[in-house]
């Protein structure tokens, strides 16, 4: 049986109708389609899907409808996260009354906590709820790095389970992995790294990439997961073009441009990539044979 929280995650996009409202039935299809190709958890509210842009009750929608349609065949890692410890709090149980499996919680942004704000920042969330927790590293999206040192004490907290890194440095990774217990799970929090960071212990990713290509990123995943890494090579090596293009553009602008699930519509301060990105992607999918696959027809 899976580890919860292991393999793929897909931080899924949030679809907005025309007028700019959420769009529960584009919900609905996304959540549908990555579970019927294979991956292994669904993280809705993270940063892929616009959180700061939802109100609270839009976020609690999005998690209620992606818990109804995984009808409990994956779990479901609800975003929960941002600089007021007392509001990430209150929305994490709200998201657990709506049925969440856990929480995917990104570290302090703008504020730039110390690490020993940090400590207690996700402490206080943890002793708030029985759920898992998942911590999110990035500190190129919030100013600050969570050391390896403070992931250290929080993963001997109970319900603190692992972490996803997108610090971008494989050595930090390795030393988080060399230095937590056994069971803690590393997830990678870069599609491009996701095999690397698997080669010397990490146990899967939260990935944007899959919101495209939900078969292929839990193919790979799984390949990798069975020591089979010149299969997991060769897929890797065939999407690379697509994990890279996804960035041209500040996320999630190029992976939503790329969706035909949904209207690409986001909110300010999104925009939409310019048309030299969407030209960019839109070639990495015509040479991969992927336009089909992504523009599913509404």
């Keep these: 049986m899976r580890t919860p929280f292991t393999g793929v ?3 899924l996009v949030t679809p907005f109708a025309n007028n700019g409202d959420l769009d529960e039935a584009a919900v609905r299809r996304l959540a549908r389609r990555q579970i019927d190709a294979g991956v292994h958890f669904l993280c809705p509210c993270g940063t892929t899907g616009e959180n700061p842009t939802l109100t609270d009750a839009e976020r609690l929608r999005v998690v209620e409808i992606v818990v109804e349609e995984s009808k409990g065949q994956v779990p479901v890692l609800a975003g929960a996260g941002g600089y007021d410890t007392k509001e990430v709090i209150h929305v994490a149980g709200e998201m657990a009354r709506r049925g969440a499996s856990g929480f995917l919680s990104v570290t302090p942004y703008y504020n730039k906590p110390t690490q020993e704000g940090i400590v207690q920042h996700f402490k206080a969330i943890a002793d708030a709820t029985p759920l898992p927790i998942i ?14 040192a403070t992931i250290v004490r929080l993963a001997q907290v109970p319900n603190i389970i692992g972490v996803k890194e997108a610090s971008g440095s494989l050595s930090q990774m390795c030393d988080v992995l060399h230095a937590t217990p056994a069971d803690f799970i590393v997830l990678s929090g870069d599609d491009a790294l996701t095999l690397p960071l698997m080669a010397v212990g990490g146990r899967g990713v939260i990935s944007v990439a899959s919101n495209e290509i939900p078969g292929e990123m839990a193919q790979m995943v799984e390949a990798a997961e069975r020591n089979d890494f010149a299969g997991a090579r060769a ?16 996320n999630p602008g190029p992976v939503k441009a790329a969706m035909g699930l949904l209207e690409e519509v986001y909110r300010l301060p999104m925009v939409p990539p310019k ?7 839109e070639a990495v999918l015509k040479e991969l044979g992927l336009l089909k696959a992504v523009a599913v027809a509404r």
Excluded: C, D, W
């Design 9 to 11: 995650g897909t931080a």
């Design 235 to 250: 897929i890797h090596t065939r999407i690379l073009p697509l994990m890279q293009a996804n960035f041209v553009e500040s």
């Design 135 to 148: 911590l999110y590293n990035i500190a190129g999206r919030t100013g600050v790095n969570i050391e390896t």
């Design 275 to 281: 048309p030299e990105s969407k030209a960019r992607v």
